[in-house]
């Protein structure tokens, strides 16, 4: 199994930031992409970046430019960093980790509000 614990999440006002923690523990082999999803009220879970394991990034239009995500191998852990925060950010963010025909592990998710 795997076990992924999230971190960094809290108030923050327009045009602040935050940086999110996912540290991965457990069957962490066969790591295919860990990512960043997001779910605000009444409205779908939806990705806002992911990174392979050989590195490639991908992230939502909506972050494009504000948001960073880097992970730490040594530390099993994936960081996304925001920047420029708007209220349309406000949402749970969770951690996703997908392995190789093993499936997809979420985190608990963290709570990030940003106020105008």
């Known amino acids: 199994q795997v076990k992924l614990v999230e971190s960094g999440g809290g108030l923050v006002q327009t045009g602040g930031s935050l940086r999110l923690s996912c540290t991965a523990s457990?069957?962490?082999?066969?790591?295919?992409?860990m990512g960043w999803y997001r779910q605000a009220p009444g409205k779908q879970r939806e990705l806002v970046a992911a990174?392979?394991?050989?590195?490639?990034?991908k992230y939502a239009d909506s972050v494009k430019g504000r948001v960073t995500i880097s992970r730490d191998n040594a530390k099993n852990t994936v960081y996304l960093q925001m920047n420029n925060l708007k209220p349309d950010d406000t949402a749970v963010y969770y951690c996703?980790?997908?392995?190789?025909?093993?499936?997809?592990?979420w985190g608990q998710g963290t709570q990030v509000t940003v106020s105008s």
């Open positions: 996703n980790l997908d392995r190789l025909f093993a499936g997809s592990y």
């Open positions: 457990g069957s962490i082999f066969s790591i295919v992409a």
């Open positions: 990174i392979t394991s050989g590195g490639s990034t």
